[in-house]
């Protein structure tokens, strides 16, 4: 059984930083696509950044150019780097491994971005 733990959200100001990390239990990086997701009250989940197995990042337009994915093998942990955060990015983020987009496996329990102006 896969266990995913988040950390790193909190409550950050528009245009500023933070770095949401992913904890994995077990190597799992060479078998599961990972990926952040996120959902706001009311809206659906969403995909904002994914990295496959082989190590290519896939994002949306919404996050393209702010939001970085990757991965340290050694630590089994997965970061996204958010930077010049909006409004809109406020949501409860969500690390997921799996044949992504298509199919998530494993859920992390999530952590909450909150982004004020």
């Known amino acids: 059984q896969v266990q995913l733990v988040e950390s790193g959200g909190g409550l950050v100001q528009a245009g500023g930083s933070l770095r949401l990390s992913c904890a994995a239990s077990g190597r799992i990086f060479s078998r599961y696509d990972m990926g952040w997701y996120r959902q706001a009250p009311g809206k659906q989940r969403e995909l904002v950044a994914a990295?496959?197995?082989?190590?290519?990042?896939n994002y949306p337009d919404s996050v393209k150019g702010r939001f970085t994915i990757s991965r340290d093998n050694a630590k089994n942990t997965v970061y996204l780097q958010m930077n010049s955060l909006k409004l809109e990015d406020t949501a409860v983020y969500y690390c997921?491994?799996?044949?992504?987009?298509?199919?998530?496996?494993?859920w992390g329990r999530g952590t909450q971005v909150t982004v004020s102006s």
């Open positions: 990295l496959t197995s082989g190590g290519s990042t």
């Open positions: 997921a491994a799996g044949r992504l987009p298509t199919s998530v496996l494993y």
